[in-house]
Structures are given as structure tokens and as C-alpha cells.
């Protein structure tokens, strides 16, 4: 079975990270999974995404240990996959390290009274420094506290703080998170695009966020027809032919 499954209802997409078994560690399987899924939302109809997870132990306690994948920001929305369309986390019992990324890049966030939010990097001794956007987006003091010290950070504290829209009972976060996304089924999307895109020019991003995306463009051109075009012709001693793809 596949370790991210992709829905749409009605104008909605739910994307599920589909490994309980493994507390939906972050594995190379997941995250390219992860990644097909949100390019599928990107290019649909729907109005918007629900990014939820399976089992209610841990929305995902971070990369797998023991199989870690190879480029975890090609599964994190905003930056492996860019859409203007909004992304609902819906989040339950732990949240760690780079799955708190996965959260924190969506731009609503549903949270069951269970939920644990940790980032434990600095004691571990790794970091990929995409958390650094933590600090644009709660205040810098909450912000430090939560990217240094390692702490649990509670569903209720990480409300009062600015990192979680709604915090509901266990169990009820997929419908509250499905309630978002009915308003926006019914809202104007040019506008509700024009001002998430308009939102992504004030935030700032942080260096590791720039870098990835910029890696991601090099990679593209790399991977293209064009790229295995030019690399066969000069091995042929021959004029290429582009293509533009």
C-alpha cells in the first residue's frame, strides 16, 4: 500500500501520510509520495488540500532513523512542490522535527488535543535548516524556544502562540479541518491565490528555503529532455535539438 494516499471530495484534496505501522516516520518513499501528491493537487481542480496523517499516536514523529530520505524538502509544501492554492494541516499526536516543516509551510493548521509539537535537532546534533522560517512566522522568542530547547509544546500553548489555528478533540480534527476547506470551495480562488501568492513575497523565506528551491529549478533542467539532449549530442559530436521540456 502506498505510504501517502491522494483524494479529492468535491473540491477538496486529502492527502494522508499512510504508514501508523512506522508513526509516519519520513522515509524516501513518503516524502516522493508526498511529493507526487501535492504536483496532483497543484495541477487539479481542487480548491484546496487537507494534509492529514493515520493513527492517532503521531502525525509523524520525523525522518526515519534507520531509513532517512535523500532530500526531505522535495516533499515540503512551498518549497519541493510551490502551489498559490491553500494546504489545511490536520495534526494528532506527535509532531516532530521535520514533520513540524511539513506543518509549518501549510497555511492553516488544525490541531487534536492530543497533539505534541517537538524539534529536538539541536540536541541530536542535525539540522537541514528549513526551520529557520519558524522565526517569520510566530514570534522570535516562542520561535527560539521551540527550534533550541527541544521541548513538548502542547496543542493548547502552540493556540496560544500562533502556531495552530483550532485546537479540537481527538477525532474531530479532520472535520474542522474540512470545514476550512469548505469555505474555501465556495470562495473566489483568483483572490484567495492572488493573496497567498501576495503572502509568500512578504514572508521572508529562509536561506535553506531559498536554496532548495533553487535546487530544485537546477535539478529540473538537469532531469529534462533537453538536459539528456545536449549531454547525447555532445557525447555524438553533433548539433543538439532543444525542445524547450
Same mark, same amino acid.
Given at each position: 500500500?502506498?505510504?501517502?494516499?491522494?483524494?479529492?471530495? &468535491?473540491?477538496? /484534496? *486529502?492527502?494522508?501520510?499512510?504508514?501508523?505501522?512506522?508513526?509516519?516516520?519520513?522515509?524516501?518513499?513518503?516524502?516522493?509520495?508526498?511529493?507526487?501528491?501535492?504536483?496532483?493537487?497543484?495541477?487539479?481542480?481542487?480548491?484546496? @488540500?487537507?494534509? %492529514?496523517?493515520?493513527?492517532?499516536?503521531?502525525?509523524?514523529?520525523?525522518?526515519?532513523?534507520?531509513?532517512?530520505?535523500?532530500?526531505?524538502?522535495? +516533499?515540503?509544501?512551498?518549497?519541493?512542490?510551490?502551489?498559490?492554492?491553500?494546504?489545511?494541516? %490536520?495534526?494528532?499526536?506527535? %509532531?516532530? &522535527?521535520? /514533520?513540524?516543516?511539513? *506543518?509549518?509551510?501549510?497555511?492553516?493548521?488544525? $490541531?487534536?488535543?492530543?497533539?505534541?509539537?517537538?524539534?529536538?535537532?539541536?540536541?541530536?546534533?542535525?539540522? +537541514?535548516?528549513?526551520?529557520? &522560517? %519558524?522565526?517569520?512566522?510566530?514570534? #522570535?522568542?516562542? $520561535?527560539?524556544?521551540?527550534?533550541?530547547?527541544?521541548?513538548?509544546?502542547?496543542?493548547?500553548?502552540?493556540?496560544?502562540?500562533?502556531?495552530?489555528?483550532?485546537?479540537?478533540?481527538? +477525532?474531530?480534527?479532520?472535520?474542522? @479541518?474540512?470545514?476550512?476547506?469548505?469555505?474555501?470551495?465556495?470562495?473566489?480562488?483568483?483572490?484567495?491565490?492572488?493573496?497567498?501568492?501576495?503572502? /509568500?513575497?512578504?514572508?521572508?523565506?529562509?536561506? /535553506?528555503?531559498?536554496?532548495?528551491?533553487?535546487?530544485?529549478?537546477?535539478?529540473?533542467?538537469?532531469?529534462?529532455?533537453?538536459?539528456?539532449? &545536449?549531454?547525447?549530442?555532445?557525447?555524438?559530436?553533433?548539433?543538439?535539438?532543444? #525542445? +524547450?521540456?
Amino acid at each position: 500500500m502506498s505510504d501517502v494516499l491522494y483524494e479529492q471530495n &468535491g473540491k477538496t /484534496a *486529502v492527502i494522508t501520510l499512510n504508514r501508523a505501522a512506522k508513526l509516519n516516520a519520513l522515509n524516501e518513499a513518503l516524502i516522493q509520495g508526498l511529493r507526487t501528491a501535492l504536483r496532483q493537487f497543484r495541477d487539479s481542480d481542487a480548491r484546496s @488540500a487537507i494534509l %492529514c496523517a493515520d493513527g492517532d499516536r503521531a502525525f509523524s514523529v520525523g525522518a526515519d532513523i534507520k531509513d532517512p530520505p535523500m532530500e526531505m524538502w522535495q +516533499g515540503v509544501p512551498g518549497v519541493g512542490v510551490i502551489t498559490n492554492k491553500p494546504i489545511i494541516a %490536520c495534526v494528532q499526536g506527535y %509532531c516532530v &522535527g521535520g /514533520a513540524y516543516i511539513l *506543518v509549518q509551510m501549510c497555511d492553516l493548521v488544525v $490541531a487534536a488535543d492530543n497533539t505534541i509539537f517537538k524539534y529536538p535537532e539541536a540536541q541530536v546534533g542535525f539540522t +537541514g535548516g528549513l526551520i529557520a &522560517g %519558524c522565526a517569520a512566522k510566530i514570534p #522570535h522568542k516562542i $520561535a527560539m524556544e521551540f527550534m533550541l530547547l527541544g521541548q513538548d509544546l502542547t496543542a493548547q500553548r502552540a493556540y496560544e502562540v500562533g502556531m495552530v489555528n483550532k485546537v479540537v478533540p481527538l +477525532g474531530k480534527q479532520l472535520a474542522a @479541518a474540512q470545514e476550512y476547506a469548505d469555505i474555501f470551495a465556495e470562495s473566489a480562488p483568483l483572490v484567495v491565490e492572488t493573496i497567498k501568492s501576495l503572502v /509568500a513575497e512578504t514572508v521572508p523565506r529562509g536561506p /535553506a528555503e531559498t536554496a532548495a528551491i533553487t535546487r530544485d529549478q537546477l535539478l529540473a533542467v538537469r532531469d529534462s529532455e533537453d538536459g539528456a539532449e &545536449g549531454r547525447a549530442a555532445f557525447k555524438s559530436k553533433r548539433p543538439p535539438e532543444f #525542445h +524547450g521540456r
